[in-house]
């Protein structure tokens, strides 16, 4: 049983987490390859990267197939914005806004 937390895994998205570059490129490139045996790819434009808790001022790209993807300092995850300084705010109004839009989806009984 391991004590930390590897992944996070809901419907379509995938979080990969890890401390080192290595080890979340070799969890890149796993992933490409399991997912090529189901035919899935990992989309290129809508994968992010985010670093938490660095103070490296030189950082190494992370990139597949020569696509390089983009790295922001602030993710929407589930709800909750989770920032590179190692946070998660919970986004009360984006909750509040899809509750609305599945109760005016319900019909009156």
Known sequence: MTEQLEDLVFADD???????????EEKIKDAEKIGKKAELKINETSTKVMRINTNTSKMEKIEINGKEFEEVNEY???????TGGG???EDVTNRIKKANVAFV???RI
């Open 87 to 89: 946070g998660a705010d």
């Open 105 to 107: 989806q319900l019909y």
């Open 14 to 24: 995938v979080c990969l987490l890890s401390h080192r570059l290595s080890d979340m």
């Open 76 to 82: 929407s995850y589930l709800g909750s914005i989770v």
